[in-house]
């Protein structure tokens, strides 16, 4: 059975910090292309980071230097640290693979159909 469970959501203030961790388990764990996306309301569904077999990553424009992904293999567990948090981060954070497929290009050019497996999503609220 496939299963991903975020957790590590939160509020806090504007240039606070906080850590997403995503358990995987069945064949999640083992993706090749693994990553964080955010939706917030009425928009679509966003990539932020992504992360592959070989530990390469991707970051989306607007987090970029904020915002590291790193996995812990052993673990079987994906984190997104969020430094310097911004109000426009506000959003419910889903951490997706996609299985067998490998990441073949930057986060921001995937849609949600393009990963396979999902979490439920962990909600990130940033107040100014």
């Known amino acids: 059975q496939v299963q991903l469970v975020e957790s590590g959501g939160g509020s806090v203030q504007a240039g606070g910090s906080l850590r997403l961790s995503c358990a995987a388990s069945?064949?999640?764990?083992?993706?090749?292309?693994m990553g964080w996306f955010r939706q917030a309301p009425g928009k679509e569904r966003e990539g932020v980071a992504s992360i592959d077999s070989t530990s390469k990553t991707t970051y989306a424009d607007s987090v970029k230097g904020r915002f590291t992904i790193s996995k812990d293999i052993a673990e079987n567990t994906l984190y997104l640290e969020m430094n310097s948090l911004k109000p426009e981060d506000t959003a419910m954070y889903y951490c997706a693979a996609r299985g067998g497929l490998r990441c073949s290009r930057p986060v921001g050019e995937y849609t949600k159909n393009d990963f396979h497996f999902w979490g439920q999503g962990t909600q990130v609220t940033v107040s100014s």
């Open positions: 069945g064949s999640a764990s083992s993706s090749a292309c």
